[in-house]
């Protein structure tokens, strides 16, 4: 403080100098009389400059982990993010590593003094374990509150209290900071700012005395009781503001005295790799207490467990690959003929599964046909239709009843209907059963109870299609029937065939090959068959019957009637179904084949004989007639001329010589040389 002389006067009315002023004043007046920094002398001030200049020592942004920077004038203060401190912020606190190399142990803190009602618990956590103590409050008596992991979420208790286990999954090998604000009449849990639940709990406050347990207890039994030992790190416990250290670098914590049993600074993961857990031929990485396999191709799952089996192409080009659990299933639908088409199926004797329904579809028109039967005295079970609807039959475990149930509605109408029997109850000895029939309601339960289908885990023949001693064979299709979700595979026994791994299977005894590759849809439904000719759907395609005149697969083609060659004297002209010959002259019939008889109404007369040809006949004619019908009288010839050289002339000609040449004078009506 200063006089109106500007001298400085010292501890007045006790007042303490320290810590001093720092910042800048300006306008100070004592007295009405302004004090300026000329007015001050040398030997009354002390470290005071004039002007008001201000130097940023945040500029260089000195925190260090998302550190926030206090500019304090002089200097610069870091309000360091958990788990981080130093005037940097550039160290942490030490975690506790609990259950390195799978070891138990836990850690143990006195709390040397009392708490209020409120107050704070707090932790970072780190763990890929999904069980585990975290924290055990106790006193001489009992323990008063625990928190646990459950399922890898986490739990809390307090006598008096129900049980909280919150949706959040914790053991996910990311750090998360935990908190526990205890109040008067409740505890609340957190994850970093987010409420995850909390119980009600009446008053009551840390004594001294107190112990805090981290990630188990001296007693084993009693540590495996709360979720076994803490297999993770554990990093900046905090009670209220308060550090709770596993390693204090000084001996200000000292009088927590903490007691760590197997517990290692820092937070290092073990070597997960060293058991050599990837299958299949994968390549280990180890993680933070995990691993990371590089699996081979067709192979997944997180330790190359799982072979993708269907990118192997196991099954036949006819059938849908389908991955099942651990191994895969051909999926196809058979057509049955009617007629030595049952195929037996049974058991390999390693089913352990509780079989408690059966799936399958269907198309046909048969109003009387088996499906699926199989019997083991007193046991059986069968599967038809019988006057056009489903029937179910069934007698198992220790009932005396036979179950029956009766679709609704008919099934013979050679659409696709698809099938689930089931019992309503699958965890009982004996329960009703159930038929679902296109997923129609309502479903058809039965009145009386009987057991499961496990009778057809032991060695029991499995007939599909129809039955050794029955003569109502299936005419139609059915899909791949799967009991309890085994799939009967019809492709097992055939070349090609690649076995299956699974453990579970039913197995295909018959040798004989299934036809396959039933339509979806009726085939004929498209009326493929064309100029009337008559469709017969066979399931796997359709078949035309064509009529007369046409052939192809759809009846598209017209029949070429004369590629035979049937006239014979003719030229042949194509006609639907039929053909017709146009015969060379002389000639008839259908075929040209009959030479025509051009005599029989001819007109030669005076006994002329008739010469039939191709183009009619012609007469010849006898004595002296002549003509085209030998109608006409021949007129008298004349010769003239000598021995060498002679000439006749006909129908009355006159022949004569003149000057030496002989010449034929032709009677009128005639000509010619002759």
């Known amino acids: 403080m200063l006089d109106s002389n500007g001298t400085a006067l010292l501890n007045i009315c006790n007042i303490p100098s320290t810590p001093s002023f720092v910042g800048c004043l300006q306008d100070v007046t004592i007295d009405s009389n302004h004090i300026t920094p000329e007015d001050i002398s040398s030997g009354s001030s002390l470290n005071v400059k004039a002007g008001c200049v201000r130097k940023d020592w945040c500029e260089r942004q000195p925190c260090q982990n998302r ?5 304090l004038w002089l200097n610069f203060q870091c309000d360091c993010y958990r788990p981080y401190k130093g005037p940097n912020c550039l160290r942490e606190y030490v975690a506790g590593r609990f259950g390195h190399d799978d070891s138990t142990g836990y850690a143990a803190f006195d709390l040397d003094e009392s708490y209020g009602e409120n107050f704070t618990i707090s932790m970072f956590v780190r763990t890929h374990r999904p069980s585990g103590l975290l924290l055990a409050l106790e006193n001489r008596t009992y323990q008063y509150i625990r928190v646990w992991l459950e399922h890898g979420r986490l739990a809390m208790l307090h006598p008096g209290s129900s049980k909280l286990v919150v949706k959040f999954v914790l053991s996910d090998g990311n750090v998360h900071l935990i908190s526990l604000k205890i109040k008067p009449d409740k505890i609340e849990l957190y994850q970093s700012s987010q409420n995850l639940g909390f119980i009600s709990a009446p008053t009551w406050k840390i004594q001294k005395g107190d112990v805090m347990y981290i990630g188990g207890l001296p007693d084993r039994p009693e540590t495996e009781a709360n979720g076994g030992f803490f297999k993770g790190c554990i990093q900046d416990i905090r009670l209220n503001n308060q550090n709770l250290e596993f390693f204090p670098n000084s001996t200000n914590n000292a009088s927590h005295n903490p007691v760590l ?39 997944a799952g997180k330790a190359c467990e799982q072979v993708r089996w269907c990118e192997l192409s196991p099954c036949p080009p006819t059938a849908q690959c389908r991955e099942v659990p651990q191994g895969f299933e051909c999926i196809a639908n058979a057509v049955f003929n009617a007629q030595s088409s049952e195929i037996l199926f049974r058991s390999n004797g390693n089913i352990t599964r509780e079989l408690t329904n059966i799936t399958f579809g269907f198309r046909t028109r048969d109003a009387n046909v088996i ?42 109408d050679g659409m696709w209907h698809q099938v689930t029997l089931s019992m309503t109850d699958p965890l009982a000895q004996a329960s009703r059963w159930q038929m679902e029939v296109d997923n129609q309601v309502p479903f058809v339960t039965s009145a009386v109870a009987t057991g499961s289908l496990n009778f057809l885990k032991d060695n029991t023949d499995i007939y599909v299609g129809d039955r050794a001693v029955d003569t109502r064979g299936l005419k139609g299709c059915l899909s791949t029937i799967e009991i309890g979700g085994i799939y009967l595979s019809y492709f097992e026994n055939v070349p090609g065939f690649t076995s299956k791994p699974q453990e579970e299977q039913f197995l295909k005894i018959s040798i004989n090959s299934v036809a396959t590759g039933c339509l979806p849809l009726n085939a004929c439904h ?120 002679n000439l006749t002339c006909y129908n009355g000609g006159n022949c004569s010589e003149f000057q030496g040449e002989l010449k034929c004078l032709c009677r009128p009506g005639f000509t010619g040389e002759w």
């Open 67 to 71: 550190g926030r920077c206090i500019n």
């Open 261 to 299: 049993v197997n517990v290692t600074q820092g937070c290092p993961g073990d070597n997960m790799c060293k058991s050599n857990p990837c299958h299949n031929g994968g390549v280990c990485y180890s993680l933070w207490d995990d691993f990371s396999c590089s699996c081979p191709v067709n192979t």
């Open 371 to 412: 499906i699926l039967h199989a019997e083991k005295e007193p046991e059986f079970l069968n599967i038809s239709i019988q006057d056009s609807r489903l029937l179910f039959q069934l007698q198992s475990g220790n009932s005396f009843y036979t179950l029956s149930l009766t679709s609704l509605q008919s099934v013979n």
């Open 526 to 645: 498209s009326s493929p068959c064309l100029h009337g000719g008559n469709c017969d759907d066979i399931y796997s395609a359709y078949h035309c019957s064509c009529p007369l005149g046409w052939s192809g697969t759809r009846c598209e083609l017209n029949i070429d009637e004369c590629f035979s060659n049937p006239c014979i004297h003719g030229n042949c002209s194509d006609r639907v179904a039929a053909y017709h010959c146009r015969c060379e002259p002389g000639y008839t019939g259908v075929n040209c084949e009959m030479d025509i008889d051009n005599c029989q109404s001819h007109q030669c007369a005076n006994g002329a004989t008739c010469i039939s040809n191709t183009n009619g006949y012609s007469c010849h004619c006898f004595g002296n007639f002549t003509g085209k019908f030998c109608r006409h009288a021949r007129l008298p010839s004349t010769v003239c001329g000598n021995e060498k050289t």
